[in-house]
Protein backbone atom coordinates (compact mmCIF):
# COMPACT_ATOMS: atom_id res chain seq x y z
CA UNK A 1 0.00 0.00 0.00
CA UNK A 2 2.67 2.15 0.93
CA UNK A 3 4.40 1.34 -2.54
CA UNK A 4 1.36 1.95 -4.60
CA UNK A 5 0.80 5.93 -2.43
CA UNK A 6 4.56 6.29 -3.50
CA UNK A 7 4.36 5.94 -7.17
CA UNK A 8 0.97 7.75 -7.00
CA UNK A 9 2.47 10.48 -5.63
CA UNK A 10 5.56 10.44 -8.09
CA UNK A 11 3.08 10.66 -10.99
CA UNK A 12 1.30 13.49 -9.78
CA UNK A 13 4.56 15.41 -9.67
CA UNK A 14 4.34 16.52 -12.86
CA UNK A 15 1.09 17.88 -13.02
CA UNK A 16 1.75 19.54 -10.01
CA UNK A 17 4.81 21.03 -11.44
CA UNK A 18 3.02 22.10 -14.41
CA UNK A 19 0.26 23.88 -12.50
CA UNK A 20 2.70 26.15 -10.35
CA UNK A 21 4.59 27.24 -13.10
CA UNK A 22 1.57 27.44 -15.60
CA UNK A 23 0.98 29.85 -18.19
CA UNK A 24 5.00 30.41 -19.25
CA UNK A 25 3.90 30.91 -23.14
CA UNK A 26 1.06 31.85 -25.35
CA UNK A 27 -2.27 29.91 -25.03
CA UNK A 28 -4.26 29.10 -27.92
CA UNK A 29 -8.36 29.19 -27.59
CA UNK A 30 -9.84 27.07 -30.24
CA UNK A 31 -13.47 28.14 -31.57
CA UNK A 32 -14.48 24.94 -33.45
CA UNK A 33 -16.90 27.59 -35.85
CA UNK A 34 -16.24 30.34 -38.78
CA UNK A 35 -15.27 34.17 -37.19
CA UNK A 36 -18.07 36.06 -36.54
CA UNK A 37 -20.31 34.04 -35.07
CA UNK A 38 -22.08 34.23 -31.47
CA UNK A 39 -19.18 31.62 -30.33
CA UNK A 40 -17.03 33.24 -32.30
CA UNK A 41 -17.79 36.69 -31.12
CA UNK A 42 -17.90 35.85 -27.02
CA UNK A 43 -14.92 33.19 -26.98
CA UNK A 44 -12.58 36.40 -28.17
CA UNK A 45 -14.30 39.28 -25.93
CA UNK A 46 -13.27 36.79 -23.10
CA UNK A 47 -9.82 36.22 -24.58
CA UNK A 48 -9.19 39.23 -25.28
CA UNK A 49 -9.32 40.10 -21.21
CA UNK A 50 -7.30 36.94 -20.43
CA UNK A 51 -3.98 37.84 -21.16
CA UNK A 52 -3.67 40.91 -18.38
CA UNK A 53 -4.15 38.82 -15.33
CA UNK A 54 -2.22 35.67 -16.87
CA UNK A 55 0.43 37.50 -18.44
CA UNK A 56 0.64 36.16 -21.55
CA UNK A 57 -1.05 36.02 -24.84
CA UNK A 58 -4.46 34.74 -25.70
CA UNK A 59 -4.40 33.87 -28.99
CA UNK A 60 -7.66 32.45 -31.07
CA UNK A 61 -8.04 30.01 -33.47
CA UNK A 62 -11.05 29.21 -35.89
CA UNK A 63 -11.16 25.86 -37.26
CA UNK A 64 -14.38 25.38 -38.44
CA UNK A 65 -15.55 22.29 -40.10
CA UNK A 66 -17.76 19.40 -40.08
CA UNK A 67 -20.70 20.91 -36.98
CA UNK A 68 -17.33 21.64 -34.70
CA UNK A 69 -16.34 18.30 -35.02
CA UNK A 70 -13.00 19.23 -36.50
CA UNK A 71 -12.08 22.00 -33.44
CA UNK A 72 -13.58 19.62 -31.19
CA UNK A 73 -11.03 16.89 -32.16
CA UNK A 74 -7.99 18.80 -31.95
CA UNK A 75 -8.31 20.32 -28.35
CA UNK A 76 -9.25 16.36 -27.33
CA UNK A 77 -5.76 15.24 -28.86
CA UNK A 78 -3.69 18.37 -27.94
CA UNK A 79 -1.64 17.72 -24.47
CA UNK A 80 -3.43 18.51 -21.41
CA UNK A 81 -1.61 21.51 -19.88
CA UNK A 82 -3.31 23.99 -20.14
CA UNK A 83 -2.01 25.93 -23.29
CA UNK A 84 -4.69 24.43 -25.42
CA UNK A 85 -8.64 25.46 -24.91
CA UNK A 86 -11.65 25.02 -26.40
CA UNK A 87 -14.52 27.66 -27.13
CA UNK A 88 -17.09 24.80 -26.52
CA UNK A 89 -21.11 24.87 -27.90
CA UNK A 90 -23.96 22.28 -27.60
CA UNK A 91 -23.21 21.03 -31.10
CA UNK A 92 -19.24 19.43 -30.24
CA UNK A 93 -19.92 18.78 -26.43
CA UNK A 94 -23.14 17.65 -26.03
CA UNK A 95 -25.33 16.75 -29.45
CA UNK A 96 -22.65 14.91 -31.50
CA UNK A 97 -22.12 11.69 -30.20
CA UNK A 98 -26.22 11.18 -30.56
CA UNK A 99 -26.02 11.94 -34.25
CA UNK A 100 -22.85 10.69 -35.51
CA UNK A 101 -22.00 7.09 -35.74
CA UNK A 102 -18.54 7.45 -35.48
CA UNK A 103 -16.61 10.41 -34.01
CA UNK A 104 -12.88 11.03 -33.94
CA UNK A 105 -12.77 12.25 -30.43
CA UNK A 106 -15.40 11.24 -27.16
CA UNK A 107 -16.55 14.36 -25.43
CA UNK A 108 -16.78 12.91 -22.03
CA UNK A 109 -13.30 10.91 -22.35
CA UNK A 110 -11.75 13.36 -23.92
CA UNK A 111 -12.81 16.91 -22.82
CA UNK A 112 -13.12 19.01 -19.36
CA UNK A 113 -15.00 21.76 -18.69
CA UNK A 114 -13.36 24.82 -17.54
CA UNK A 115 -16.14 27.73 -17.74
CA UNK A 116 -19.86 27.95 -18.81
CA UNK A 117 -19.06 31.61 -20.14
CA UNK A 118 -22.54 32.68 -21.49
CA UNK A 119 -25.83 31.27 -22.64
CA UNK A 120 -28.47 32.78 -25.92
CA UNK A 121 -31.46 31.74 -25.49
CA UNK A 122 -33.60 30.24 -28.64
CA UNK A 123 -36.94 31.62 -29.61
CA UNK A 124 -39.70 30.55 -31.31
CA UNK A 125 -40.33 32.35 -34.68
CA UNK A 126 -43.07 32.66 -37.45
CA UNK A 127 -43.64 35.67 -39.92
CA UNK A 128 -46.35 37.87 -38.55
CA UNK A 129 -47.81 37.40 -42.42
CA UNK A 130 -48.66 33.30 -40.85
CA UNK A 131 -51.63 35.80 -38.53
CA UNK A 132 -50.41 33.75 -35.29
CA UNK A 133 -50.57 35.01 -31.53
CA UNK A 134 -48.74 32.55 -29.39
CA UNK A 135 -47.68 28.95 -29.48
CA UNK A 136 -51.34 27.39 -28.83
CA UNK A 137 -52.08 29.04 -32.02
CA UNK A 138 -49.79 28.08 -34.01
CA UNK A 139 -50.44 24.41 -32.70
CA UNK A 140 -53.95 24.83 -33.50
CA UNK A 141 -52.76 26.42 -37.32
CA UNK A 142 -50.95 23.59 -37.84
CA UNK A 143 -53.31 20.65 -36.52
CA UNK A 144 -55.82 22.26 -39.05
CA UNK A 145 -53.01 22.40 -42.01
CA UNK A 146 -51.66 19.41 -42.00
CA UNK A 147 -48.19 19.34 -44.43
CA UNK A 148 -48.29 22.89 -44.95
CA UNK A 149 -46.03 23.83 -42.38
CA UNK A 150 -42.81 23.95 -42.74
CA UNK A 151 -39.70 24.28 -40.41
CA UNK A 152 -36.41 25.19 -40.82
CA UNK A 153 -33.22 23.74 -39.88
CA UNK A 154 -29.45 25.17 -40.62
CA UNK A 155 -27.41 21.95 -38.33
CA UNK A 156 -28.82 19.78 -35.83
CA UNK A 157 -29.13 22.10 -33.06
CA UNK A 158 -31.40 23.91 -35.14
CA UNK A 159 -33.28 20.56 -36.12
CA UNK A 160 -33.57 19.54 -32.22
CA UNK A 161 -34.84 22.41 -30.83
CA UNK A 162 -37.72 22.31 -33.16
CA UNK A 163 -37.70 18.54 -32.52
CA UNK A 164 -38.01 19.16 -28.85
CA UNK A 165 -40.99 21.19 -29.41
CA UNK A 166 -42.97 18.60 -31.85
CA UNK A 167 -42.02 15.66 -29.12
CA UNK A 168 -43.35 17.97 -26.00
CA UNK A 169 -46.29 19.16 -27.98
CA UNK A 170 -47.65 15.53 -28.43
CA UNK A 171 -46.71 15.81 -32.44
CA UNK A 172 -47.24 18.24 -34.77
CA UNK A 173 -47.71 17.72 -38.28
CA UNK A 174 -44.91 20.01 -40.17
CA UNK A 175 -42.04 19.25 -43.25
CA UNK A 176 -38.67 20.24 -42.39
CA UNK A 177 -36.58 22.35 -44.78
CA UNK A 178 -32.96 21.90 -44.89
CA UNK A 179 -30.41 24.91 -45.39
CA UNK A 180 -27.26 25.23 -45.54
CA UNK A 181 -26.80 28.28 -43.27
CA UNK A 182 -29.37 30.65 -40.67
CA UNK A 183 -29.36 33.47 -43.59
CA UNK A 184 -30.85 31.70 -46.13
CA UNK A 185 -33.59 30.50 -43.85
CA UNK A 186 -34.26 33.79 -42.38
CA UNK A 187 -34.59 35.11 -46.08
CA UNK A 188 -37.28 32.10 -46.91
CA UNK A 189 -38.97 32.82 -43.37
CA UNK A 190 -39.53 36.78 -44.31
CA UNK A 191 -41.09 35.74 -47.72
CA UNK A 192 -43.34 32.98 -45.79
CA UNK A 193 -42.24 29.80 -47.10
CA UNK A 194 -40.98 28.75 -43.86
CA UNK A 195 -43.38 28.75 -41.24
CA UNK A 196 -41.30 28.18 -38.41
CA UNK A 197 -37.86 28.39 -36.56
CA UNK A 198 -36.55 28.30 -33.07
CA UNK A 199 -33.31 29.70 -33.31
CA UNK A 200 -30.60 31.97 -31.76
CA UNK A 201 -32.59 35.30 -30.42
CA UNK A 202 -29.69 37.88 -31.44
CA UNK A 203 -30.13 37.15 -35.27
CA UNK A 204 -33.80 38.05 -35.28
CA UNK A 205 -34.07 41.03 -33.15
CA UNK A 206 -34.33 43.82 -36.11
CA UNK A 207 -36.83 41.85 -37.64
CA UNK A 208 -38.79 41.65 -34.72
CA UNK A 209 -38.67 45.40 -34.06
CA UNK A 210 -39.73 45.91 -37.70
CA UNK A 211 -42.52 43.96 -37.18
CA UNK A 212 -41.78 41.12 -39.74
CA UNK A 213 -41.08 38.57 -37.80
CA UNK A 214 -43.13 37.55 -34.14
CA UNK A 215 -41.57 35.91 -31.15
CA UNK A 216 -44.37 33.56 -30.03
CA UNK A 217 -41.98 32.24 -27.14
CA UNK A 218 -38.30 32.16 -25.60
CA UNK A 219 -36.42 28.41 -25.34
CA UNK A 220 -34.82 28.98 -21.88
CA UNK A 221 -36.38 28.43 -18.37
CA UNK A 222 -36.89 32.31 -17.46
CA UNK A 223 -37.73 35.16 -19.96
CA UNK A 224 -35.27 36.79 -21.59
CA UNK A 225 -34.41 39.97 -20.88
CA UNK A 226 -34.56 41.74 -24.31
CA UNK A 227 -37.94 40.15 -25.10
CA UNK A 228 -39.67 40.82 -21.86
CA UNK A 229 -43.46 40.48 -22.89
CA UNK A 230 -42.41 36.87 -24.97
CA UNK A 231 -43.47 33.68 -22.61
CA UNK A 232 -41.69 30.78 -22.28
CA UNK A 233 -42.20 27.50 -23.99
CA UNK A 234 -43.14 26.14 -20.11
CA UNK A 235 -45.89 29.24 -19.62
CA UNK A 236 -47.47 28.61 -23.24
CA UNK A 237 -47.85 24.92 -21.90
CA UNK A 238 -44.85 22.88 -22.99
CA UNK A 239 -44.01 21.45 -19.80
CA UNK A 240 -40.31 20.42 -19.86
CA UNK A 241 -38.97 22.23 -22.29
CA UNK A 242 -35.42 23.86 -21.57
CA UNK A 243 -33.05 24.66 -24.37
CA UNK A 244 -30.45 27.71 -24.86
CA UNK A 245 -27.19 27.91 -26.64
CA UNK A 246 -23.90 28.61 -24.81
CA UNK A 247 -20.27 29.17 -25.05
CA UNK A 248 -18.34 27.61 -22.63
CA UNK A 249 -14.22 27.36 -22.55
CA UNK A 250 -13.10 23.35 -22.20
CA UNK A 251 -9.71 21.66 -22.33
CA UNK A 252 -8.26 18.58 -22.95
CA UNK A 253 -9.04 15.66 -20.60
CA UNK A 254 -6.54 15.57 -17.58
CA UNK A 255 -5.59 19.26 -17.71
CA UNK A 256 -4.45 19.99 -13.97
CA UNK A 257 -7.12 21.20 -11.52
CA UNK A 258 -5.13 24.05 -10.55
CA UNK A 259 -5.14 25.70 -13.66
CA UNK A 260 -8.83 25.00 -14.64
CA UNK A 261 -9.46 26.32 -11.37
CA UNK A 262 -7.35 29.37 -12.39
CA UNK A 263 -9.02 29.86 -15.79
CA UNK A 264 -11.90 29.66 -14.17
CA UNK A 265 -11.99 32.64 -11.89
CA UNK A 266 -10.59 34.70 -14.24
CA UNK A 267 -13.10 34.39 -16.53
CA UNK A 268 -15.68 34.83 -13.62
CA UNK A 269 -13.49 38.27 -12.63
CA UNK A 270 -13.85 39.42 -16.82
CA UNK A 271 -17.23 38.73 -16.46
CA UNK A 272 -17.94 41.40 -13.75
CA UNK A 273 -16.58 43.78 -15.91
CA UNK A 274 -19.59 46.45 -16.98
CA UNK A 275 -18.29 46.56 -20.81
CA UNK A 276 -18.22 42.76 -21.27
CA UNK A 277 -21.57 42.64 -19.46
CA UNK A 278 -23.10 45.44 -21.42
CA UNK A 279 -21.41 43.57 -24.65
CA UNK A 280 -22.78 40.41 -24.09
CA UNK A 281 -26.40 41.92 -23.55
CA UNK A 282 -25.97 44.12 -26.80
CA UNK A 283 -25.78 40.29 -28.15
CA UNK A 284 -28.53 38.92 -26.58
CA UNK A 285 -26.21 37.00 -24.30
CA UNK A 286 -26.24 36.39 -20.38
CA UNK A 287 -22.78 35.59 -18.46
CA UNK A 288 -23.21 32.74 -16.41
CA UNK A 289 -18.99 31.81 -14.83
CA UNK A 290 -18.81 29.31 -12.48
CA UNK A 291 -16.30 26.82 -11.31
CA UNK A 292 -14.88 24.18 -13.58
CA UNK A 293 -17.70 21.29 -11.79
CA UNK A 294 -20.50 23.38 -12.21
CA UNK A 295 -19.19 23.36 -15.95
CA UNK A 296 -18.81 19.60 -15.70
CA UNK A 297 -22.31 19.06 -14.23
CA UNK A 298 -24.31 21.15 -16.84
CA UNK A 299 -22.60 19.01 -19.64
CA UNK A 300 -23.95 16.42 -17.81
CA UNK A 301 -27.28 17.33 -17.68
CA UNK A 302 -27.07 18.91 -21.20
CA UNK A 303 -26.15 15.32 -22.75
CA UNK A 304 -28.85 13.90 -20.89
CA UNK A 305 -31.01 15.94 -22.22
CA UNK A 306 -30.12 15.95 -25.95
CA UNK A 307 -29.56 12.22 -25.87
CA UNK A 308 -33.41 12.22 -24.83
CA UNK A 309 -34.55 14.67 -27.68
CA UNK A 310 -32.68 12.53 -29.88
CA UNK A 311 -34.14 9.44 -28.62
CA UNK A 312 -38.08 10.93 -28.55
CA UNK A 313 -37.49 12.44 -32.21
CA UNK A 314 -36.17 8.70 -33.49
CA UNK A 315 -33.45 10.62 -35.12
CA UNK A 316 -30.53 7.79 -36.72
CA UNK A 317 -27.55 8.23 -36.30
CA UNK A 318 -25.65 9.56 -39.61
Known sequence: MIRRR???????????????????RTIRVVVPFAPGGATDLIARLVAERLAGPLGQQVAVENRAGAFGILGADAVAKAPADGYTLLAGSPGPMAVNPFVYKTL????????????MVATIPYVMIVPASLGVGSVQEFLALARSRPGTINFATSGMASRLTVEMFRALAGGVPMEMVQYRGGAPARTDLLAGRIQLVIEQAPSFLEDFRAGTLRPLAVGGAKRFALLPDVPTLQESGLAGYEAAAWLGYAAPAGTPPAIRARLAAEIDRILLLPEVRERLASWGAEPVGGPPEAMDALLAAERARWGEVVRMAGIEKE
Do not use: I
Request: glycine share 6%.
Open 104 to 115: PYDPVRDLCGVS
Open 6 to 24: ALLGALALPAVARAETWPS
